[in-house]
C-alpha cells in the first residue's frame, strides 16, 4: 500500500497546494469579518460602553442584533460550511493542469521505506532439527521516491492510466547507526523456493534439484548464508549460470525466465537481491483510477489493473475485484462510517482498515484505523484466499505465491495477530501493537494521514525434506525472512501550518456562535428598550369625584366622573432624560 503519496510535506508550497487551496477562497471572506470583531470587542470592554448601549436608540439595537445574527446563521452557519466543502471537492480532483495532479504524479519530497531483517543465530542447529532462533536487525532506512509516468487521461470515463517508477536512497543518518555493510546469516531464497516449488508440482525432480544447487552454489553446505545486508537488499549474492550439466542448465533456465530478482551481468552470471532490480525502474504493469472530476468520492479509485477490470488469480470473483484507490489518495470528507480501503499491486487483492476511534497526532484531531489480513479458514468472505479450496492459512496469514511467483507467506511484523503456534516455533519474536500493527491516523475533512504504517511480514513454511540433503532433518516452521514498514508521521513543520488552517476554522466556529447568540441578546435588549419606551410615553389620569357632603339638595356638585384624554406630548415638552435622541 503506497499510503503516503500525499502525506508528507515539509514547506509552505506544499501546504497551499494540498491544504490551503481548499480552504483559502472561503477563508478570505471571513477576515474582514474577524478584524470588526475584534474591534467590537475592544469597544466591549471600554468604560462606560454598556451606558453607551443604554442610550442608544431600539431600533438601531433592533437592527444590529438582527445583522449580528443574520450573518452568523445565514452565512456562517449555512452558506460558509458548504462553500468550504465545495473548494475541497473541487481542489482533490486529478485533473489535468492542476496542482493536485502535479503532486500526485511526481511529490516532491521522499517517503520513508523501512527494512528489518531477522539474523539467523543458530544456523548449524537448524540444519540439525532444532527451534530456529532469529535476532532482528534493523531498520534500515530508505528514502522512496515514487513517479507516476506513461500517464493517459481518458476523458470519456473520466479515468487516468499509469505505471510507477520507484527509486530507493539509503538513509544513513535515520537508520540508527547502521550502514547496511553489516554481516548477517539469512537463508537462501532462491534455494528454499526452488525446493518448495518442486515439492508442490514435481516432487520426483528433488534429485535433480540436488544436482542443480551444488552445481550452481558450489556444493553449498547449509541452506544459509552470510551476507552483508546491502547485497542481500539491493546490490545482490553471486548466482553462476555458467554451468554445463543437465540439472544446473535447467535450473538456471527457470531463474532466467522469471528472473523478476535476477540483475545480469557478464556471460550468463547474475545478481540475486531483494529489491534490487526494481530500484530505479519502472513497473510494467499499468493501473487506471478514476479523476475523480465527476465526482470527488472516486477520486483515485482504482477501476483496471494491467488491462483487466478484475484479477484472475483468486478462487472467486469477489476476492479478484478492485476495491478502494490505489493508496497514494484518498477522497476528503470522511465520516466514522467510511473505511480506508486500497488495491495493493504488491500482494494483488485489497485491503480495508475499519475506522477505531476518535484519534489525535501531535494535536491534530484525526481518526485513527487498523487493518489485517483477514481469516480465510473461518470468515466466509475471505475464504477466496486460501491457497487451495481444501487447504486455507489461519487468520492474518495471505498466501502471496499466485502473486509473487515465490511461495511465501505474507503476515504483521512478528506475527502479529496470527496464532501463538507459530510463535512457539521461532524463538525471538515479540509482537507488539504499537510496532508492529498495520494502522493509520487520518484528518478526516482532508482525508490527510498524519500518520500511517503500511507494514508487512514476508515467511515461508518450511519443513524437512528427506530427498534434499540440505533440509534432511529441517524443523517444521514458518520461518519469518524479513519486514517492511511503509510509513510516515509528519514533520512538525507541516503540522504547525496544518493547525493554523484549523485554526480559523475553529475562529470561524467560535465567532459563528458569538454572532447567533449576541444577535439574539442584542435584539432583546433593544425589544425591552422599546416596551419602557412605550411604557413611558403612555400616562391614564384617574377620575376625580368630589361631592357636597352638608346635606343640601340645592348645592351644587362635581359631575360624577371627569374623563381627561391623555396628553400627547411633543418632542419638545419632553424632560431631557427621556428623549432617546
Known amino acids: ?24 477562497s472561503s477563508l478570505l471572506g471571513i477576515f474582514s469579518f474577524v478584524a470588526t470583531g475584534r474591534k467590537l470587542q475592544n469597544k466591549l470592554r471600554a468604560p462606560g460602553y454598556c451606558k453607551m448601549m443604554s442610550k442608544m436608540k431600539p431600533k438601531k439595537l433592533m437592527i444590529i442584533g438582527g445583522s449580528m445574527f443574520g450573518f452568523g446563521f445565514i452565512v456562517l452557519m449555512i452558506i460558509f460550511p458548504p462553500i468550504v466543502k465545495m473548494q475541497i471537492k ?93 554481516e548477517i546469516v539469512f537463508p537462501n531464497i532462491l534455494i528454499l523456493s526452488m525446493v518448495k516449488m518442486v515439492l508442490a508440482e514435481q516432487p520426483s525432480a528433488m534429485g535433480l534439484i540436488n544436482k542443480g544447487v551444488d552445481s550452481i552454489f558450489k556444493k553449498p553446505q547449509t541452506v544459509f548464508v552470510k551476507a552483508k545486508v546491502r547485497d542481500i537488499l539491493f546490490d545482490g549474492l553471486f548466482v553462476d549460470c555458467r554451468v554445463k550439466d543437465f540439472a544446473g542448465t535447467a535450473i538456471c533456465s527457470q531463474l532466467k525466465e522469471k528472473g523478476e530478482s535476477l540483475v545480469p551481468l557478464d556471460d550468463d552470471q547474475y545478481l540475486f537481491s531483494l529489491f ?23 477520486t483515485g479509485r482504482v477501476i483496471e489493473f494491467n488491462g483487466e477490470p478484475m484479477l484472475s488469480i483468486w478462487a472467486d470473483d469477489r476476492c479478484n475485484q478492485f476495491n478502494g484507490t490505489d493508496s497514494t489518495i484518498f477522497p476528503p470528507l470522511m465520516t466514522e462510517q467510511d473505511d480506508i480501503v486500497s488495491f495493493s499491486p504488491e500482494i494483488c487483492r ?61 503476515s504483521q511484523p512478528h506475527f502479529l495477530g496470527t496464532e501463538e503456534k507459530y510463535l512457539q516455533l521461532v524463538g525471538g519474536l515479540n509482537p507488539n501493537k504499537e510496532d508492529h500493527d498495520l494502522s493509520m491516523d487520518f484528518e478526516p475533512m482532508t482525508a490527510t494521514p498524519l500518520s500511517a504504517h503500511k507494514r508487512l511480514q514476508f515467511n515461508m513454511f518450511l519443513s524437512k525434506v528427506e530427498k534434499f540433503k540440505l533440509m534432511k532433518n529441517f524443523p517444521e516452521c514458518l520461518f519469518p525472512f524479513f519486514w517492511v ?43 425591552f428598550m422599546m416596551y419602557k419606551e412605550k411604557d413611558k410615553n403612555s400616562m391614564d ?26 396628553i400627547q406630548t411633543q418632542s419638545a415638552a419632553v424632560p431631557p432624560n427621556l428623549d432617546m435622541n
Open 485 to 527: 514498514d511503509e510509513g510516515i508521521l509528519l514533520g512538525d513543520e507541516f503540522v504547525k501550518k496544518l493547525k493554523v488552517v484549523f485554526a480559523l476554522l475553529t475562529v470561524v466556529k467560535v465567532l459563528k456562535y458569538i454572532t447567533i447568540f449576541g444577535g439574539i441578546i442584542t435584539m432583546g435588549m433593544g425589544g
Open 90 to 182: 473541487r481542489q482533490v480532483s486529478l485533473r489535468h493542469g492542476t496542482e493536485m495532479r502535479d503532486l500526485w504524479t511526481d511529490f516532491p519530497l521522499p517517503l520513508d521505506f523501512k527494512i528489518h531483517l531477522f539474523n539467523v543465530t543458530n544456523p548449524n542447529e537448524i540444519m540439525a532439527g532444532q527451534k530456529p532462533i532469529v535476532h532482528e536487525v534493523g531498520p534500515f532506512f530508505y528514502d522512496e521516491y515514487k513517479q507516476k509516468v506513461d500517464q493517459v487521461d481518458r476523458d470519456e470515463d473520466d479515468s487516468i492510466e499509469y505505471r510507477v517508477k520507484t527509486t530507493w536512497y539509503f538513509n544513513p543518518a535515520r537508520s540508527n547507526g547502521l550502514t547496511g555493510e553489516e
Open 276 to 298: 534490487g532490480k526494481k530500484n530505479g525502474s519502472v513497473d510494467p504493469a499499468t493501473i487506471r483510477v478514476l479523476r475523480g472530476i465527476k465526482n470527488y468520492r472516486d
Open 350 to 410: 485489497s485491503l480495508s482498515a475499519p475506522f477505531q476511534y476518535k484519534s489525535k497526532v501531535k494535536g491534530v484531531n484525526t481518526y485513527h484505523y487498523e487493518g489485517n489480513f483477514g481469516d480465510m479458514k473461518t470468515n466466509p468472505l475471505d475464504k477466496c484466499y486460501c491457497p487451495t479450496p481444501e487447504t486455507c492459512f489461519d487468520k492474518d496469514l495471505l498466501d502471496l505465491n499466485k502473486c509473487v511467483g515465490a511461495p511465501l507467506v505474507g
Open 1 to 24: 500500500m503506497r499510503v503516503k503519496q500525499l502525506l508528507y510535506d515539509l514547506s509552505g508550497r506544499v501546504l497551499r497546494r494540498s491544504i490551503n487551496l481548499s480552504l483559502y
Open 541 to 566: 389620569v384617574t377620575k376625580v369625584t368630589p361631592e357636597m357632603r352638608n346635606g343640601k339638595d340645592d348645592e351644587k356638585k362635581w359631575p360624577t366622573q371627569v374623563n381627561v384624554s391623555t
